[in-house]
């Protein structure tokens, strides 16, 4: 439970984060080390994700949550407008 918890914390504010980054500079960050303005519990959330910025957006993995690694998935409308290309969190079909 809490490895679900923290994890989803972590890889919503690494995204956030990063699409922040886009929208004030143009592009997104060569690593994780470019963000800037950064709160102090960020450094937490964006030490257990792998980024790696990639031609026409970036790829995001989640590594950790409190002390394991949780298996995530988010609806497909969370994805929307994002410049997340591949992921290990997994894209769980909308309710028809």
């Given at each position: 439970?809490a490895?679900?918890?923290?994890?989803?914390?972590?890889f919503?504010?690494?995204?956030?984060?990063?699409?922040?980054?886009?929208?004030?500079?143009?592009?997104?960050?060569?690593?994780?080390?470019?963000?800037?303005?950064?709160?102090?519990?960020?450094?937490?959330?964006?030490?257990?994700?792998?980024?790696q910025?990639?031609?026409?957006?970036?790829?995001?993995?989640?590594?950790?949550?409190?002390?394991?690694?949780?298996?995530?998935?988010?609806?497909?409308?969370?994805?929307?407008?994002?410049?997340?290309?591949?992921?290990?969190?997994?894209?769980?079909?909308?309710?028809?």
């Amino acid at each position: 439970m809490a490895d679900a918890k923290f994890g989803d914390q972590h890889f919503k504010t690494a995204i956030s984060l990063i699409e922040l980054h886009k929208l004030r500079t143009g592009s997104y960050p060569e690593t994780l080390k470019d963000l800037q303005f950064t709160g102090d519990w960020d450094p937490i959330a964006l030490g257990s994700v792998k980024y790696q910025r990639v031609s026409g957006g970036y790829e995001l993995e989640l590594t950790r949550g409190w002390m394991g690694k949780p298996e995530l998935s988010y609806p497909a409308s969370f994805w929307k407008g994002l410049g997340l290309v591949k992921s290990n969190v997994k894209i769980t079909p909308e309710p028809s």
